[in-house]
């Protein structure tokens, strides 16, 4: 029997305000434990939470920027439950009545093309605290600045079918909050981060199967190879003739294997109540038109306006433009170098190679966007040749010199002067003549040797358009 996965993923993404959603305690990463804490975020007797308004407007942000319905009002719940690292013994979250409903995310993979994947809800909460397990000792100790940290968990619709759909949809989810500047998108620092619910069922028919959520997915990667165990074990069992059990089930990176963690919670588990110290939140339509008035251009925006303006392939348009950071550069090196394509082609290129090895972002990109349009200005006008770009570019990453500066003091200006082009191919020609001869017997393959000798007698820095043009003539090609 054939099965199809069904995968709805759970996205939390943790809002970008100075400040908690309920209290004034900062919300910056890494301080020492328990000092960005307060009675409110303590949830100490006789305290009262108040709406950081920030987080609401960052909300509605996100909501339009995926098509959502926003609710004109909406309410906060507490969700109880007992945890070490929930003070209150419950998490101010929405329910029944989210910020917003009904969105969507185009998404696009090799295997299946293009696919429109359903956002169910967007709402807002607050996040935990954290448990830090002592390696030594059995002891784990609790850290309470993240509780309270504005949240909005972002939730799908069941429309992924592969672990390959999953991970483009975070992807370009990472990209929209990104794009918006609501959250960094750092995985690694648990500012977003990924919950998946799969189930498998026989292919053809709608019902679902039962599913198993796996938590805490903190990577791309993580993701896809959470998922693929995750299907292939509920293959197998439903193979063996074995039920799915529905549970919640942790991703271990080292074994490469999710374990069962508890029962999957349901949401009368949860016991869900309109909290009684929070009011309804009622949102203004100017207000929501007056956002969307200030949104940025998002990235499929951006990726049809550059195939569509500026000639560019769907594929380079759209790695150019799937971090805002990334299409910022591009832009900016326009203003320098007026040619989409080669910039482009360098950006993805050796600029994008040189970061990867170096294990940095584009923001710390030591070539900047006009010291790279410059380099790409002396290729054009024939001051130096691209392979002799490459080594002033690797010049240009390592010092931070201007591309003229380096060209100058190494002396790699392109010998385009036809006279003396011509003085050293007369030299060449004069020197290998059964050559000469077996080229104008028909060996024209040997056009390559003429040229690779005359960049050797110059070094590298004769004009390879010239070269050519001077030796047709001379061989009467």
């Not at 007797?45 to 920027?65: Q, T, W």
């Not at 995926?66 to 439950?81: L, Q």
């Not at 370009?172 to 998108?185: F, N, P, Q, S, T």
């Not at 090196?333 to 940095?360: C, M, R, T, Y």
Request: net charge negative.
């Amino acid at each position: 029997m054939e099965f199809e996965p069904v995968i709805g993923l759970e996205v939390h993404a943790q809002l970008k305000t100075r400040t908690k959603i309920f209290c004034g305690c900062s919300t910056a990463f890494g301080a020492p434990p328990n000092t960005h804490v307060c009675p409110v975020c303590l949830g100490l007797p006789g305290v009262l939470p108040v709406l950081n308004r920030e987080v609401l407007s960052f909300s509605i942000r996100m909501a339009l920027a995926t098509g959502c319905r926003i609710n004109r009002e909406s309410r906060f719940a507490r969700k109880n439950y007992f945890y070490p690292d929930l003070p209150k013994g419950y998490q101010i979250s929405q329910y029944e009545r989210p910020i917003a409903e009904h969105g969507r995310i185009t998404i696009e993979t090799a295997e299946a093309g293009t696919a429109t994947v359903g956002i169910t809800r967007i709402h807002m909460e607050e996040d935990a605290g954290k448990l830090v397990h002592d390696p030594d000792r059995p002891v784990s100790r609790v850290d309470l600045n993240r509780t309270g940290v504005p949240l909005i968990e972002i939730v799908s619709e069941p429309d992924l079918r592969s672990p390959e759909q999953a991970g483009a949809y975070l992807r370009k989810l990472r990209a929209v909050v990104r794009y918006l500047e609501i959250c960094d998108g750092n995985l690694e620092e648990g500012s977003f981060r990924c919950d998946a619910n799969v189930s498998l069922r026989p292919r053809g028919t709608a019902a679902f199967g039962t599913r198993a959520e796996i938590k805490n997915l903190n990577s791309f990667r993580n993701v896809e190879r959470a998922l693929h165990y995750e299907i292939e074990r509920q293959r197998e069992r439903l193979l063996d003739g074995e039920t799915v059990v529905q549970e919640t089930r942790l991703w271990d990176p080292d074994k490469n294997r999710t374990f069962s963690m508890r029962g999957k919670e349901e949401a009368h588990d949860y016991r869900y109540f309109p909290d009684p110290d929070l009011l309804p939140v009622v949102i203004d339509t100017e207000w929501i038109e007056a956002i969307r008035a200030a949104l940025p251009e998002l990235p499929d925006a951006r990726q049809n306006r550059y195939v569509r303006e500026l000639g560019l392939s769907a594929e380079d348009a759209g790695r150019l433009a799937a971090a805002r950071e990334t299409g910022d550069y591009f832009e900016a090196g326009l203003e320098v170098f007026s040619q989409p394509k080669p910039l482009a082609n360098w950006i993805l290129g050796d600029l994008a190679a040189h970061l990867n090895a170096a294990g940095k972002d584009i923001e710390e990109a030591p070539v900047t966007p006009s010291q790279l349009g410059r380099l790409l200005q002396l290729i054009d006008e024939g001051t130096i040749s691209g392979k002799i770009a490459k080594s002033v570019f690797e010049r240009m990453a390592a010092t931070g010199q201007d591309p003229d500066v380096i060209v100058e003091a190494q002396g790699l200006r392109q010998m385009s002067d036809t006279s003396e082009l011509e003085a050293v191919i007369d030299r060449i020609l004069a020197e290998a003549p059964d050559e000469v001869a077996a080229f104008r017997n028909g060996k024209t393959k040997l056009m390559g040797f003429f040229v690779g000798q005359v960049m050797k007698a110059t070094r590298g820095k004769a004009n390879p358009r010239k070269v050519n043009a001077i030796l047709t003539e001379k061989l009467g090609a």
